[in-house]
């Protein structure tokens, strides 16, 4: 199998902490692996029917808004250089606020609709998609570009057949990072202010200290980040798929 | 075909590249250009294609003096540019579906072709898996479905090894022959030059006012051994000889 060598350090690592977790015998701080599977099962409906389709809502309004304007301004500063010169270092340097740390925020101004949650999941994957984007735009070379100017091209032409597809690459790479990131924010905005949602609801079992509890959601939105995940890269296998000879 | 008159261009103000230059190519002929790198070889095809435009002068293309070019002149640059996500197919269909062409009637066209090339069994290849020879010929066979009758190579095979260069060489001649295109060729291996064209250009300083022309005396179809023909390496010596003074310079 290809990944047996990691599905055997999970395993080991799933081992240890089911003895440590024993040993310690202090379920509601450190509950063993199979403790939060026990209560996965037993929250499963809960989790899945209430709390799922809140955050996933989150993240998918959340991503669809990040990819619309991101690459929307990664075009607009790839077309126009004064655009790119003033817009492109304030980019970089929004990096450097802290987003998580404006969370609260959002619950200020959006309440605790899903918007405030929303908001801080755009904050975090739009940088991503915006600059990977563009540098995928300008990664494109003036020699072909002057070689479609000589079969007679137009702007539109070259935008259609050599910058997008150069883009391509670029533009699912940060769209990787993007998704991971997504189900980080949607489960940071719950914590601060949400009645409903899976990092919502992992917060308020930290509350009731039931460790297994909290550990439950978790699993799940990890889960949820990897379907998302392995969602971006079959699509960006079936689009870009001459990357994959050799 | 091609004609330049007067034609002066440089980048900045005081610093032409070309100067006064004046030149004709007749349909049906195969002209070298033959100078050391940096002296206007790659500027004059900037011209041919209108890329650029002369500062003074006219470049008149199939008679109409300044005209629109771009889209009129097939261009094959140095490197094959093939774009790596599009099949040997698709590549070749480029300049057609840029003209209008639609798809499917683009890849009838297009197909027969490619056993012409000596590409059959590679249509849906990408440009990666390919061998450097074969991606100069889909380079070659992209610039003759531009459909114009001039083409413009870019010293197309000075990134293949010397092998191949041979083969592609005579590989090029059989193609030219048949379809009478006019061909423009860029260069620095004279022996190259003198195998392949009717004429060869020479550049010598800068800014270029005129070429050092030279008819090669021999007939077609050529073969290797015209090359050790006594007046043919005469001219070779002539040439190198010319190009190494200019490298002193």
């Not at chain 2, 190259?192 to 010598?204: I, W």
Request: net charge neutral.
């Amino acid at each position: 199998m290809r990944n047996a060598s990691s599905l055997l350090i999970v395993l080991a690592f799933l081992s240890v902490w089911e003895i440590g977790a024993r040993l310690a015998d202090q379920a509601f701080i450190l509950p063993s692996p199979i403790q939060i599977a026990i209560k996965l099962w037993d929250l499963k409906e809960v989790l899945i029917i209430n709390h799922l389709p809140v955050t996933l809502l989150t993240i998918i309004i959340g991503l669809a808004i990040s990819i619309v304007s991101g690459t929307a301004i990664a075009v607009w500063m790839f077309a126009n250089p004064s655009v790119r010169k003033a817009l492109y270092p304030i980019l970089i340097a929004s990096q450097m606020i802290p987003v998580i740390a404006l969370a609260p925020i959002f619950v200020l101004w959006f309440g605790y609709t899903i918007w405030s949650k929303v908001a801080v999941a755009v904050l975090i994957t739009f940088f991503p998609i915006t600059v990977n984007t563009f540098d995928g735009l300008a990664s494109g070379k003036k020699e072909t570009e002057e070689l479609l100017l000589t079969m007679g091209a137009t702007k539109k032409d070259i935008f259609l057949k050599y910058s997008m597809p150069t883009t391509l690459p670029h533009f699912f790479s940060g769209l990787k990072v993007a998704v991971t990131l997504s189900v980080i924010g949607a489960a940071i905005g719950e914590w601060l202010g949400a009645q409903a949602g899976l990092g919502y609801f992992s917060r308020r079992m930290m509350t009731q200290f039931d460790g297994a509890a909290v550990f439950a959601p978790i699993f799940v939105l990890t889960v949820v980040g990897i379907v998302l995940f392995v969602c971006v890269t079959s699509i960006e296998k079936r689009l870009v798929k001459w990357r994959n000879i050799n | 075909m091609l004609a330049f008159d007067n034609v002066t261009f440089g980048y900045g103000a005081n610093d032409n590249i070309l100067d006064q230059l004046s030149f004709t190519v007749r349909p049906g002929e195969f002209i070298s250009i033959v100078g050391r790198s940096g002296s206007g070889k790659s500027t004059i095809f900037r011209l041919v294609t209108g890329l650029d435009e002369p500062s003074t002068g006219t470049i008149a293309l199939d008679g109409h003096p300044n005209g629109q070019r771009l889209g009129k002149v097939g261009y094959m640059p140095q490197q094959d540019l093939l774009l790596p996500w599009r099949t040997v197919l698709e590549n070749a269909c480029l300049p057609l579906e840029i003209a209008g062409t639609k798809k499917m009637s683009a890849h009838e066209q297009v197909l027969p072709l490619l056993q012409e090339f000596g590409l059959a069994g590679t249509e849906n290849n990408y440009p990666d898996e390919l061998s450097g020879g074969m991606k100069q010929r889909v380079a070659f066979l992209r610039a003759v479905l531009s459909g114009n009758p001039l083409l413009l190579l870019d010293e197309p095979f000075s990134a293949l090894d010397a092998i191949t260069k041979l083969a592609m060489q005579e590989w090029l001649i059989e193609r030219w022959e048949k379809r009478t295109a006019t061909v423009l060729f860029i260069t620095h291996d004279v022996e190259e030059a003198l195998f392949l064209s009717d004429r060869v250009f020479m550049l010598r300083s800068k800014p270029v006012t005129s070429f050092e022309e030279i008819k090669v005396p021999l007939g077609r179809p050529r073969s290797r051994n015209d090359l050790h023909r006594p007046e043919i390496l005469q001219l070779k010596e002539q040439l190198l000889r010319a190009l190494r003074e200019e490298v002193m310079l």
